[in-house]
């Protein structure tokens, strides 16, 4: 992982964790009718509606980012990383390929051929 790739992916999880905050601040659509009976609300910092504003404002603007970070990440991952997905990786890392010698007869293709006891293809023999 080089320079570019771990400062991107720090922003990304700073954003996300962000979002998330930002997100739970909000007061939901039921809140307003709370505002109607003096819940006071309006000597907040940001004004009687300017918390809404400002929280959705920074939401959408975080969004914006996550979703370029993200972009990021992905376009990165494409063009420097390992061919293959993550799954085909880790299996071929822990198990290379096994290749048979140069004189090795080749292995029989297609159907199963019947057990030297006389059992069928995946019968445990008694």
């Known amino acids: 992982m080089n320079y570019f790739e771990g400062f991107l992916l720090v922003v990304h999880v700073g954003v996300a964790l962000a979002i998330c ?30 918390s809404a504003n400002f929280l959705s404002h920074t939401t959408a603007v975080l969004a914006a980012v996550f979703f370029i970070t993200s972009i990021g990440l992905t376009w990165y991952a494409a063009s420097h990383g390992k061919p293959g997905g993550l799954m085909e990786r880790s299996v071929l890392d822990k198990n290379p390929p096994v290749t048979a010698p140069a004189g090795a007869p080749a292995a029989p ?5 019947p057990a030297p006891d006389g059992s069928k293809a995946g019968e445990v023999p008694k």
């Open 109 to 113: 293709s297609g159907g199963t051929q």
């Open 21 to 50: 905050a930002f997100v739970l601040l909000q007061h939901g659509k039921g809140a307003d009718m709370g505002a109607a009976f003096g819940s006071g609300s309006s000597g907040s910092l940001f004004g009687s509606a300017g």
